[in-house]
């Protein structure tokens, strides 16, 4: 069974960046295509990016041109860079299986973007 654990998250500025990561246990993450979601403070959890198992990529529109999403197999890891930060980024950043998430849920990691 493939377990999530997700890291790099913490306090920055607006304008600032930040690099998310995500390891998973099991040799069978090569075949998922996984993404980003997000659940900020009393609102539900989004989706905020997706990489397929070939590495095509697809953004929720308030995210496109700040963050990237990559992966890499060999290292049953997925990242999140995460640029020009906005207050409203603020969130508990978790990672899952797309386009429905199917593993169990990680711990994920929180964002606070802060003067």
């Known amino acids: 069974q493939v377990q999530l654990v997700e890291s790099g998250g913490g306090l920055v500025q607006p304008g600032g960046s930040l690099r998310l990561s995500c390891a998973a246990s099991g040799s069978i993450f090569s075949i998922y295509s996984m993404g980003w979601y997000r659940q900020a403070p009393g609102k539900q959890r989004e989706w905020v990016a997706t990489?397929?198992?070939?590495?095509?990529?697809g953004y929720v529109d308030s995210v496109k041109g700040r963050f990237t999403i990559s992966r890499d197999n060999a290292k049953n890891t997925v990242y999140l860079q995460m640029s020009s930060l906005k207050p409203e980024d603020t969130a508990v950043y978790y990672c899952?299986?797309?386009?429905?998430?199917?593993?169990?849920w990680g711990q994920g990691t929180q964002v606070t973007v802060s003067s």
């Open positions: 990489i397929t198992n070939g590495g095509s990529t």
């Open positions: 899952n299986s797309r386009p429905s998430p199917t593993i169990s």
